[in-house]
């Protein structure tokens, strides 16, 4: 069965500085990572993915993810925190073949930027 | 373009009615999916329909049904309300997921089940 974990429930950082929010995943065969975005009473924004190709996937509102096969990591950064990004963010995995159409999604990550 | 939209956007429910929630999507998709979200879960797949006329069960399908009425609507049924029914629902839409396309979500419904 496929899973994703978001390790840490809660990542504080300060407006300007450097952002990470954590992702590994687990699935058969090729692996098909997102990261979507949620605001309070809203439903999910995509952010970005990764199908195949360069590691470095670069998506909306400046975010970028790492894809690393070794570790089985997708990883979320932003080289610049904005008070703006402070929401609840989600990764997701599927596979290719039969399993692209269960999305399974990681606990969330709840993202506070402090000013 | 409205996307996916998704009524009631509230609704509760006593144990053991029924009510069906509404989700509609104006991007030609051909794939639809209902969710439910639950605090500190994530979102968990409850029934997909790859295409128009075809449905299948998700991660957690127990006390749902669904209906594909066409390629734009995708109907979630709750026959007998449970309080564990208590929850978020979010539809949502793509292209062809096999070949990477991502899901887009709807606003949500929440339920309540006294």
């Known amino acids: 069965a496929q899973s994703v974990a978001q390790p840490e429930d809660q990542v504080n950082v300060a407006e300007g500085n450097p952002l990470t929010v954590k992702c590994t995943y687990s699935?058969?065969?090729?692996?098909?990572l997102f990261w979507y975005v949620q605001y309070p009473n809203r439903g999910l924004q995509f952010l970005l993915k990764?199908?195949?190709?360069?590691?470095l996937v670069k998506g909306s509102y400046g975010f970028e993810a790492e894809f690393n096969k070794s570790q089985t990591s997708f990883h979320l950064k932003k080289p610049s925190a904005l008070v703006s990004d402070s929401a609840l963010y989600f990764c997701?995995?599927?596979?290719?073949?039969?399993?692209?159409?269960?999305?399974?999604f990681g606990k969330g990550t709840k993202l506070s930027v402090i000013p | 373009n409205a996307g996916v939209t998704q009524t009631p956007k509230f609704q509760v429910l006593k144990t053991g009615q029924s009510m069906t929630l509404q989700c509609a999507q104006d991007m030609n998709h051909n794939s639809m999916y209902w969710y439910r979200q639950d605090p500190g879960m994530g979102l968990r797949l409850i029934y997909y329909?790859?295409?128009?006329?075809?449905?299948d069960k998700g991660e957690v399908p127990n006390g749902y049904n669904v209906s594909r009425l066409n390629k734009r609507e995708f109907s979630l049924r709750l026959e007998s309300a449970a309080p564990s029914q208590t929850s978020v629902y979010f539809c949502?839409?793509?292209?062809?997921?096999?070949?990477?396309?991502?899901?887009?979500f709807g606003p949500g419904t929440r339920l309540t089940v006294t």
């Open positions: 699935v058969s065969g090729n692996p098909y």
């Open positions: 997701a995995a599927s596979y290719s073949g039969a399993g692209s159409y269960q999305l399974t």
């Open positions: 990764y199908i195949t190709g360069d590691n």
């Open positions: 329909s790859a295409s128009e006329g075809t449905t």
């Open positions: 949502a839409s793509s292209g062809d997921p096999d070949l990477g396309y991502e899901q887009y």
